[in-house]
Nanobody, 121 residues
Framework: QVQLVESGGGLVQAGGSLRLSCAAS????????MGWYRQAPGKQRELVAV???????NSADSVNGRFTISRDNAKNTVYLQMNSLKPEDTAVYYC???????????????WGQGTQVTVSS
């Protein structure tokens, strides 16, 4: 019904930058909140940043001032600009979207497939 496809992960040196993208497609009536989680090896999944349909944002203390979340509602896409990357940012990053599904008008959370971000020291 609904697919989220991520892109933009990779290997970068500490201090570098990456931009993640996540495009939603399918039976979408409306996208509400969109955001990013990450999961490092041996750790629990943690919320990185979230953005509402109106553009209000919230992010984890660990990434404040370094990561910026944004969205393009016309493209059903959410972005995560990551600057000043640190080795501790190494993780698999997952996007999600709260989707109001067409026809049924029910709201469900959908997830991307995950993209690896590796920051070398």
């Amino acid at each position: 019904q609904v697919q989220l496809v991520e892109s933009g992960g990779g290997l970068v040196q500490a201090g570098g930058s990456l931009r993640l993208s996540c495009a939603a497609s399918g039976n979408i009536f409306r996208l509400n909140d969109m955001g990013w989680y990450r999961q490092a090896p041996g750790k629990q999944r943690e919320l990185v940043a979230v953005i509402t349909v109106g553009g209000s944002t919230n992010s984890a203390d660990s990434v404040n001032g370094r990561f910026t979340i944004s969205r393009d509602n016309a493209k059903n896409t959410v972005y995560l600009q990551m600057n000043s990357l640190k080795p501790e940012d190494t993780a698999v990053y997952y996007c999600y979207a709260e989707v109001v599904v067409s026809y049924y008008l029910t709201t469900s959370r959908y997830w991307g497939q995950g993209t690896q971000v590796t920051v070398s020291s």
